[in-house]
């Protein structure tokens, strides 16, 4: 099946430090969303976009939607701790179907 | 604040087993979805539902069923449980098929 092509697979950083992973498809979207899930419980929305070009912050976080509509970023600023996790994107095609695809995850790590 | 309860949260079946996977969600949410994540697989779509009394298959619905008949509960069952199924689950629900996924907190399922 169709899948994203996430990256990075996974990151070690230090606190403090700025964050960027992205999301790319061969398939053109007309909504992207970014999601983070901690160990045990399920995916948490963090930022939806539903417009190319959109810019959206949430907190720390800032997401763009490309201006392609192939591609996602997700930039977190000055990372502490409690950013651990896996960071997934998620695409809904412009087909028709109201199914969205999952990115393979980023494993963030932060070192204090 | 109920928002998505999946039950039970782990579960270990022998293959050739069946089971049913529980999800309700108390939102008024009229789409709903099973996704199984495996690793490196990021979450695959299994089956999903509109609204009441209408289901439609996902990327992956070998081996699975699913009914759909009230707007708050939409089980998943395991017709004969095989090892290929061992996987965490997930359950989630949207306002609308155009709007993001709410996730519940997943079934850890282990079929040996």
């Known amino acids: 099946g169709q899948q994203l092509n996430q990256s990075p697979q996974s990151m070690f950083i230090q606190e403090g430090e700025d964050v960027s992973m992205n999301c790319t498809s061969s398939?053109?979207?007309?909504?992207w969303l970014w999601y983070k899930q901690d160990p045990g419980e399920g995916p948490v929305l963090l930022i939806a976009?539903?417009?190319?070009?959109e810019l959206t912050s949430n907190g720390r976080l800032t997401a763009q939607f490309g201006i392609t509509r192939k591609d996602s970023f997700l930039n977190i600023s000055a990372s502490i701790p409690s950013d651990v996790g896996i960071y997934f994107c998620?695409?809904?095609?412009?087909?028709?179907?109201?199914?969205?695809?999952f990115g393979t995850g980023t494993r963030l790590k932060v070192l204090a | 604040n109920a928002g998505v309860t999946q039950t039970p949260k782990f579960q270990v079946l022998k293959t050739g087993q069946s089971m049913t996977l529980q999800c309700a969600q108390d939102?008024?949410?009229?789409?709903m979805s099973w996704y199984r994540q495996d690793p490196g697989m990021g979450l695959r779509l299994i089956h999903y539902?509109?609204?009441?009394?209408?289901?439609d298959q996902g990327e992956v619905p070998n081996g699975y069923n699913v009914s759909r008949s009230t707007t708050e509960d939409f089980p998943l069952r395991l017709l004969s449980a095989a090892p290929s199924q061992t996987s965490v689950y997930f359950c989630?629900?949207?306002?609308?098929?155009?709007?993001?996924?709410?996730f519940g907190n997943g079934t850890r399922l282990t079929v040996t």
């Open positions: 976009l539903y417009k190319a070009g």
């Open positions: 939102m008024n949410h009229e789409y």
């Open positions: 989630a629900s949207s306002i609308s098929r155009d709007s993001p996924l709410h």
């Open positions: 539902s509109v609204g009441a009394g209408i289901t």
């Open positions: 998620a695409g809904r095609t412009t087909s028709g179907t109201y199914k969205y695809i």
């Open positions: 398939s053109i979207f007309n909504t």
